[in-house]
T-cell receptor, first 111, second 113 residues
Framework: DQQVKQNSPSLSVQEGRISILNCDYTNSMFDYFLWYKKYPAEGPTFLISISSIKDKNEDGRFTVFLNKSAKHLSLHIVPSQPGDSAVYFCAASAGNNDMRFGAGTRLTVKP | ETGVTQTPRHLVMGMTNKKSLKCEQHLGHNAMYWYKQSAKKPLELMFVYNFKEQTENNSVPSRFSPECPNSSHLFLHLHTLQPEDSALYLC????????????FGNGTRLTVT
């Protein structure tokens, strides 16, 4: 039962443009959402999070948007840089230790 | 250098072997986790320990046996594995409270032959 879905396995954007990564979830009990970034041969690293009481959280070039009615969140990276090329995982939890992850989207930022 | 260290980085074992994966966190966290990542699949939660007590066992086969002797160390003992158990095994830690992000190690790439 995959409760967190990232339907785009890959995304390619030009340097300087906006990258938009999408994530959908099915469990209405999820109240905390996160994005992680993973480089090859490394573990995922935490990028940004949002709780269900908000609909937007911004940290520098990274902004996460949450649409609770649509059970959808997105990560915007602007401007995109070649160093942003990595696999991005969406994750969600329902106030417990059971954090569910999506399958990841591979972002490639071309110079 | 992450705050969570996993050893070994790579492991090849036969189906009859017994081996152990080790994880150590230097972040003063109270919760530790084992996740499994198979190719093109989401990370799957295997086990969670909070203050050394196991709080989650996500229907993991008994050929995987976790051990958490203290809040800083976590082991995953492997016995009689199958080729389909080949995957990246990731350890993570968190402060243990609600709504806190996980800090991952770099993983152990396991191949079962």
């Amino acid at each position: 039962d995959q409760q967190v879905k990232q339907n785009s396995p890959s995304l390619s954007v030009q340097e300087g443009r906006i990258s938009i990564l999408n994530c959908d979830y099915t469990n209405s009990m999820f109240d905390y959402f996160l994005w992680y970034k993973k480089y090859p041969a490394e573990g995922p690293t935490f990028l940004i999070s949002i709780s269900s009481i908000k609909d937007k959280n911004e940290d520098g070039r990274f902004t996460v948007f949450l649409n609770k009615s649509a059970k959808h969140l997105s990560l915007h990276i602007v401007p995109s840089q070649p160093g942003d090329s990595a696999v991005y995982f969406c994750a969600a939890s329902a106030g417990n230790n059971d954090m569910r992850f999506g399958a990841g989207t591979r972002l490639t930022v071309k110079p | 250098e992450t705050g969570v260290t996993q050893t070994p980085r790579h492991l090849v074992m036969g189906m009859t072997n017994k081996k152990s994966l080790k994880c150590e966190q230097h972040l003063g966290h109270n919760a530790m986790y084992w996740y499994k990542q198979s190719a093109k699949k989401p990370l799957e939660l295997m086990f969670v320990y909070n203050f050394k007590e196991q709080t989650e066992n996500n229907s993991v086969p008994s050929r995987f046996s976790p051990e958490c002797p203290n809040s800083s160390h976590l082991f995953l003992h492997l016995h009689t594995l199958q080729p389909e158990d080949s995957a990246l095994y990731l350890c993570a830690s968190s402060p243990g409270g609600l709504n806190s992000p996980l800090h991952f190690g770099n993983g152990t790439r396991l191949t079962v032959t």
